[in-house]
């Protein structure tokens, strides 16, 4: 079934940002005719590995790329192209109101120079790489009005037309019903059979059982081993892709008080269902679960932005439902976004003014005009209070650091006397001894009194300071924890397995 | 064969020509001469420059861009033409006509430099221009019209082919602008479908960064757009000029505005990468005979203003909410919707 | 005096256009000797200079969000007209005395402007739409209304006393230039020193950022809009006062030369940031260019084609100087 021979062959890539170690002495190959899963946790290096080897990324010095056998340097994106590596992202990058005909042939018209199109050749094109797949879609079709699954078919397509010896797809499942996944399996079983090599990503441990021959875990930036899959079992999958020591220690509250926040059996179509927990003054809970499993989607809800379409949401007793972050805020709920630089700061801003955005109304004195002194004060307040670096509140929010931005967005929230503080991903891309000083921080504000809602994709993040753990899947709550007794591999095992 | 149909429904033209036979069919229940050959052909000629203008302007919308100076660059192509006309008395038609489309393109190139190398939004550098070229022609002709023009072009102007004599006995036939107009649809469509130079501007408007990907240039793409609208607008200023028979500088004031209509009527999005010279077409007739109809019914010009506004203003909408409700209609997560799944509480 | 947002590169901004103004006053004297240094002058240039500047700051404040107003002189007309068309008939009607009729007229100024605000306000902040879109629908059919009720004419007949507001002045200083003070103080206080003028800059700046840190950034923005239209009808009031008459088509140009004197008074095209009083200097330095220029006996034409240039400049040196300064960082 699988031809030997790899196709592609890294041996010692490392690649290094500032800070960050993304990878560390990774080897890795793929053979022709063979679907290869890739797996490990958010921030396993993953996406880095794939941006290596497309090109994308240039990797640290002493690294060995050999695509068929010879070395290759300095691999760019065009390159990786020409030489059959192709990567399936998420989002397709399809020319949203060109046909399908066109989406999968218009880049051979490009490298063949023609002045004229040729529409025909491009039928043609188009129709050979789809009878290919074995599947037919309406050429003509615009592809913004084609489902998800069909989309994807047709960025295959025109893989198949650049003539791909290397397909890289990430999360290819992640938008599509089962049915729709039974269909892209059987493309790419008949592709791998025709001697295509195959780089398969995703978090969904049944699926890769099902197609992969062989599989790959990354943890932390290593690996951490490559086996066929007839030699693997969820047990030790599970343990590789989690298998760390916690050097952290946990750090334990002071005891929870009264139920603060009760969600009862929340559900909105394609969001979350029948989502139901409480929440306690002083607790930190953490919500867990893979890319895809609705935690963000169900805490939005709690922050006015997602609203549910049933079930109810009860604060301190009453029943509450915000309908927008305005509305949330007067609440006394507070919402830490995923991404600070787009959703939690406004760069251009200096961190006085970010800092007190929420509050602004509070300065204003009875004339209407803000007391800048009295603003200038509660910000370096703040800073002093979160140990906000460098302090100085008049600087451009845009040249702090990673985690020193991610301080000021909570310092900002601290400013409105919250009640429940929700923080979504909130060491995301920062450096280790920021983590570090974050996950304290977390801890002392729930500490102080506030019910704190972390969600996060880290486990080590999520033991080091939860009090209690829910595991999310598929939108859907599948599993509570005590934070003293739980340990990885039940939280890993409820977030992917049915 | 209901894919076919239902793909042949999804698609704007057949909105707007749906709407263009309802609006000819009240103008003919409402005056009968509507329909004849000589109305016909009337509201054709009075708005191939419209027309011509419109293909030029689809072009710069599909890249998701706007160009506001279109009155302007009209203006400036008749006064200028006019000019040498007038003084010179040259009457060569196709030289004059090469020369209009030859100082339309300048112009339009360079908005399209501006816009491609010096990174200034569409709107600015187009209003910019626009403003520009106003302030030079008050300068420059202090608002005089131009009233000597050759015979020749006037003759040509009144051209019609396959001509007979009807009843009144006066020539009835296919007027002259309307073969030129059909001339820049022409051109246009050729350009759009059938030179990769034209689906490339269709593929950066609809996704910039693939097209960038798979190797286009997109400054280059942009600033044919201009440079190719600009011609348009030459071009279409000369049929203008045979059709008036005399300069006036400031006809064209506010022109952009029913030109942006006509294309946003038929079906380009302003955001990009959509349309085409049907759509086009059938949105210039249906501004057409909802003027005329306007005209035929006593109601003020003035209303046509308004009317192209609130047309901008309805289908700019209209875009927004459909985007909306189909962000909002997409899945975000896969909910396990399995007998397992619904059974943890 | 910049305690809001407090950039170094900001304020070196401010005294950069200061020190622009000082040479191309002392440009202009020097090239007209006599002419430009008078008080009779800058009287005049205090008369133009109003109703220009406080569409200036119209259009500033919507900038600031990353937007654009492009009905902005349309609504002001509108507005105007409608007022002129309720004085005139109030005044021919007889037997009212004048100042009601003035400030009859004024209150319907201010009433259509807020409705035209409004009206751009709902289909940028509720609808989505972005704003270049709206104001370009907008402004053509505010334009239409104004010419369905002036017909292409002007309407004119008001009481004599209106028209002091445009052409009279005080100790030597026109009404003109005081109503201008006490916009841009209002303007100043308004988007300096609210709340709601913090806000614009957020929004301007990110507006997502600032939905999520629970501002009703909807709402920030329909008062925007309805601002900027306010503005846009004190102008309009001191427009039809200054020419006793109104028209559809007054001051067409002004939209242009708006949008330059904002960029070039330091506010980003992008938004987010910017200065109310940048502006009203880069207004200054406009008026001085015009006036000056029509002292020495350049064309009124030419200096339009300079307010072009002038804008293309500014934006192009500002475009590359944010390149250079991301080359830097990389």
């Known amino acids: ?498 | 064969m209901s894919e076919r149909l239902k793909r042949m429904m999804g698609h704007k033209e057949v909105s707007v020509g749906a709407m263009l036979l309802g609006i000819m069919l009240i103008s003919w229940l409402f005056n009968p001469t509507f329909l004849s050959f000589e109305n016909l052909m009337d509201v054709i000629k009075s708005n191939a420059v419209l027309g011509t203008c419109a293909m030029g302007m689809l072009l710069i919308i599909i890249t998701g861009g706007i160009d506001v100076s279109i009155g302007s660059q009209l203006a400036l192509v008749t006064v200028l033409t006019g000019q040498i006309m007038n003084r010179t008395g040259f009457d060569n038609i196709v030289l004059i006509y090469l020369l209009g489309i030859a100082i339309g393109g300048a112009v339009g190139l360079l908005n399209g430099l501006m816009v491609s190398r010096l990174g200034l939004p569409p709107i600015i550098a187009t209003l910019g221009m626009a403003s520009v070229i106003d302030g030079f022609l008050r300068y420059y002709t202090n608002g005089t019209w131009i009233n000597q023009l050759p015979q020749r072009i006037i003759d040509f102007g009144l051209t019609k082919f396959f001509s007979f004599r009807n009843l009144n006995g006066s020539e009835i036939g296919i007027p002259v602008q309307f073969l030129l107009f059909a001339l820049a649809m022409l051109t246009t469509w050729f350009l759009i479908k059938r030179t990769m130079l034209g689906r490339s501007i269709m593929a950066m408007g609809s996704n910039p960064v693939s097209a960038q990907r798979i190797g286009l240039n997109n400054r280059r793409l942009t600033t044919f757009a201009y440079a190719f609208s600009g011609m348009m607008a030459g071009f279409a200023a000369m049929t203008y000029t045979s059709i008036m028979k005399s300069v006036d500088p400031n006809a064209f004031i506010g022109y952009e505005m029913n030109v942006i209509g006509a294309v946003v009527l038929g079906g380009a999005l302003l955001t990009g990468g959509s349309g085409s010279v049907l759509g086009t077409f059938l949105g210039v007739m249906l501004f057409a005979f909802i003027s005329n109809g306007l005209t035929l019914a006593r109601i003020s010009t003035y209303w046509q203003s308004i009317i192209v506004g609130g047309i901008i203003l309805l289908a700019v909408s209209f875009d927004m909410v459909k985007l909306r409700r189909e962000e909002r209609r997409q899945t975000k997560v896969d909910i396990d919707m399995t007998a397992q799944g619904r059974g943890v509480a | 005096m910049d305690g809001a947002r407090g950039h170094f590169s900001r304020n070196k901004n401010q005294y950069f256009l200061l020190a622009l103004l000082m040479l191309l006053i002392a440009g202009m004297s020097l090239m007209a000797p006599g002419k430009f240094l008078t008080v009779r002058n800058f009287k005049n240039m205090g008369f133009q200079m109003a109703e220009f500047g406080i569409l200036a700051i119209g259009m500033s404040v919507a900038i600031m969000t990353g937007g654009i107003n492009l009905s902005l002189v349309n609504s002001a007309m509108l507005s105007a007209i409608a007022g002129a068309f309720l004085m005139r008939g109030m005044n021919e009607a007889g037997g009212i005395p004048d100042l009601v009729i003035i400030a009859s007229g004024i209150a319907v100024v201010m009433v259509v402007s807020i409705l035209c605000g409004m009206i751009n306000g709902y289909f940028v902040a509720y609808v989505g739409v972005a704003s270049l879109l709206v104001t370009l629908g907008t402004q053509t059919v505010f334009n239409g209304v104004s010419l369905n009720i002036t017909r292409g004419s002007g309407i004119s007949g008001f009481p004599e006393l209106f028209q002091r507001i445009g052409a009279g002045s005080v100790l030597n200083i026109p009404y003109t230039m005081l109503i201008y003070v006490a916009a841009i103080l209002a303007a100043w206080y308004l988007v300096e020193r609210t709340p709601w003028g913090v806000s614009v800059y957020m929004v301007g700046g990110n507006e997502k950022a600032t939905r999520f840190s629970g501002i009703n950034t909807k709402a920030v923005l329909m008062k925007v809009y309805v601002f900027s239209a306010v503005m846009a009808g004190v102008a309009g009031v001191l427009m039809v006062s200054r020419y006793n008459s109104a028209r559809a088509d007054y001051g067409s140009s002004y939209t242009l030369q708006a949008v330059a004197a904002t960029v070039l008074g330091g506010t980003d095209i992008n938004g987010g940031s910017g200065h109310i009083l940048g502006t009203v200097t880069a207004v200054c330095i406009l008026q001085v260019v015009s006036s000056g220029f029509n002292i020495i006996g350049i064309n009124r034409n030419i200096t339009d084609v300079v307010t072009g240039f002038i804008l293309v400049a500014v934006l192009t040196i500002n475009y590359f100087a944010a390149r250079e300064r991301r080359h830097k960082k990389a």
């Open chain 1, 1 to 498: 079934m699988a031809q030997s021979g790899a196709f592609l062959r890294l041996e010692n890539v490392s690649k290094t940002f500032p800070g960050v170690n993304a990878l560390s002495g990774v080897g890795f190959d793929v053979r022709r005719g063979e679907v290869h899963a890739l797996i490990g946790e958010n921030g396993a290096g993953k996406s880095t590995l794939i941006k290596v080897l497309t090109g994308v990324y240039q990797p640290d010095p002493g690294a060995i790329i050999e695509i068929e056998g010879k070395r290759v340097e300095n691999l760019t994106a065009l390159d990786a192209m020409r030489r059959g590596i192709i990567a399936i992202y998420q989002d397709f990058s399809l020319f949203p109101t060109l046909t399908v005909k066109e989406n999968i042939a218009f880049s051979e018209q490009i490298e063949r120079h023609n002045h004229l199109v040729d529409w025909r050749g491009m039928e043609k094109t188009a129709r050979k790489a789809l009878e290919s797949l074995g599947v037919s879609i309406d050429l003509r079709a615009r592809a913004n009005t084609l489902s998800t699954a069909r989309q994807q078919l047709v960025a295959i397509a025109r893989a198949l037309v650049y003539d791909a010896k290397l397909l890289v797809m990430d999360e290819p499942t992640s938008a599509l019903s089962s049915g729709e996944v039974d269909m892209l399996f059987k493309i790419v079983r008949s592709l791998r059979d025709r001697g295509m090599a195959i780089i398969f990503i995703s978090h969904k441990l049944d699926e890769l059982f099902s197609i992969a021959d062989r599989m790959t875990v990354l943890r932390d930036g290593r690996l951490i081993g490559t086996a066929p899959t007839a030699e693997m079992d969820r047990k030790k999958l599970i343990s590789m892709m989690v298998g760390r020591e916690i050097s952290d220690e946990r750090m334990r509250g002071k005891g929870a008080g009264d139920v603060v926040l009760e969600v009862k059996n929340i559900s909105k179509h394609g969001n979350y269902q029948n989502v139901s927990f409480q929440l306690r003054k002083g607790e930190v809970l953490g919500i867990t679960g893979l890319v895809g499993a609705g935690r963000t989607e169900t805490v939005l809800s709690l922050f006015g932005m997602n609203p549910p379409d049933s079930g109810e949401i009860c604060l301190e007793g009453k029943k509450v439902m915000p309908r927008s972050p305005a509305e949330a805020k007067k609440l006394g709920i507070a919402f830490v976004p995923e991404s600070r630089q787009t959703e939690g700061l406004v760069l251009q801003q200096d961190a006085e003014g970010n800092l007190t955005l929420p509050v602004l109304k509070d300065f204003a004195g009875r004339s209407g005009m803000i007391d800048f002194k009295k603003r200038r004060q509660r910000a370096q307040e703040l800073i002093q209070k979160l140990n906000v670096r460098p302090a100085y509140p008049g600087m451009q929010a845009l040249k702090f650091s990673g985690g020193n931005q991610q301080k000021i967005v909570v310092a900002k929230w601290l400013a409105t006397n919250p009640k429940i503080l929700i923080v979504d991903e909130p060491t995301n891309g920062i450096d280790v001894g920021a983590k570090a000083e974050i996950h304290r921080l977390l801890r002392d504000l729930a500490d102080s009194g506030i019910a704190v809602i972390m969600v996060s994709s880290e486990l080590p993040e999520i033991f080091s300071i939860s009090d209690r753990i829910l595991v999310m899947r598929r939108g859907r709550i599948t599993g509570e924890f005590d934070g003293a007794t739980a340990t990885q591999e039940m939280l890993m095992e409820k977030a992917v397995l049915a």
